[in-house]
Structures are given as structure tokens and as C-alpha cells.
């Protein structure tokens, strides 16, 4: 295995945990197109639309969320705003 498809790899199991971690927040449809956009190589387009779904959504998502979209966003070139606009969504810590 190539090193570029190595790091495709890593990507693509980064972007299903974090789908995995929030698929509770999201309607299933847009779970299953999410998790089809992994599975044809579109991880970009994949974060974009789950990026976007949750801020529709208005879901609560943890810190370790945005953390791991954040990182996605960085090694994939994305537009920052995939990350960014999650940044209201993070629940609250303890106080």
C-alpha cells in the first residue's frame, strides 16, 4: 500500500468516527449520504455535508468532535469554514 493510499485510509476512518459520534444529531438519510460519500472517495465532500447538516440541525456536539473536523478540515486543504461554523455547537464543560 501506497503511502498516499495509506493516508487515505486514515482519513476516511477519521471522517466515519466522527460520523459515528454524531449520528444521533442527524436525520438517517443524511447519515446513510454521508457514509456513501466516504465510501466513493469523497471525503471532502463528506465533511462538507456533514459540516453544514449539523449546523442545520442545531446539534450539540463535544469537544473531541470539532477537534477531529478541525485536523480533517487541515489535512484535507478544506475550506475553513467546515470547521469553524461548528464552533457554537460544542456543549459546554463542567463549570
Known amino acids: 500500500m501506497t503511502s498516499d493510499a495509506a493516508h487515505f485510509e486514515e ?3 477519521r ?3 466522527v460520523l459515528m ?3 444521533e444529531e442527524l436525520p438517517p ?3 446513510a449520504l454521508v457514509g456513501e460519500m466516504i465510501d466513493a472517495n469523497e471525503c471532502g465532500v ?3 455535508i456533514l459540516s453544514e447538516m449539523l449546523l442545520e440541525a442545531e ?3 463535544e469537544p473531541e468532535v ?3 473536523v478541525d485536523g480533517l478540515v487541515e489535512s484535507m ?3 475553513r469554514v467546515n470547521a469553524e461554523r461548528l464552533r457554537g455547537l460544542v456543549r459546554p464543560g463542567p463549570a
Open 21 to 23: 459520534m454524531v449520528a
Open 66 to 68: 470539532l477537534g477531529v
Open 11 to 13: 482519513l476516511q476512518g
Open 59 to 61: 446539534a450539540q456536539i
Open 15 to 17: 471522517l466515519r468516527g
Open 29 to 31: 438519510v443524511t447519515v
Open 46 to 48: 463528506a465533511l462538507e
Open 77 to 79: 486543504g478544506l475550506e
